[in-house]
């Protein structure tokens, strides 16, 4: 069974985020990503711009009149 968590490394060891469902003393096969903060910090806060950018373009209101509800649901 995968897991995916991300970990802390202090004084030669790794120490996960999340408890993680092992057994004492289960061998496991890590592959290790090193997650630069700094990185991953700006590309977040540079995709919030964009996003609230596209928002800003947007129109999600009509000045028309709201359909009633037999139009909505195409009544006969």
């Known amino acids: 069974m995968a897991q995916f968590t991300e970990a802390i490394y202090t004084n030669g060891v790794l120490k996960p985020k999340e408890k993680l469902a092992l057994r004492e003393?289960?061998?496991v096969r890590l592959i290790v990503d090193a997650l630069d903060d700094e990185a991953i910090h700006g590309d977040r806060s540079a995709a919030l711009?964009?996003?609230?950018?596209?928002?800003?373009?947007m129109r999600f209101f009509s000045g028309d009149r709201l359909p009633s509800r037999d139009e909505?649901?195409?009544r006969p």
């Open 72 to 74: 909505l649901h195409d």
């Open 49 to 57: 711009l964009r996003l609230l950018a596209g928002i800003e373009g």
């Open 25 to 27: 003393a289960q061998r």
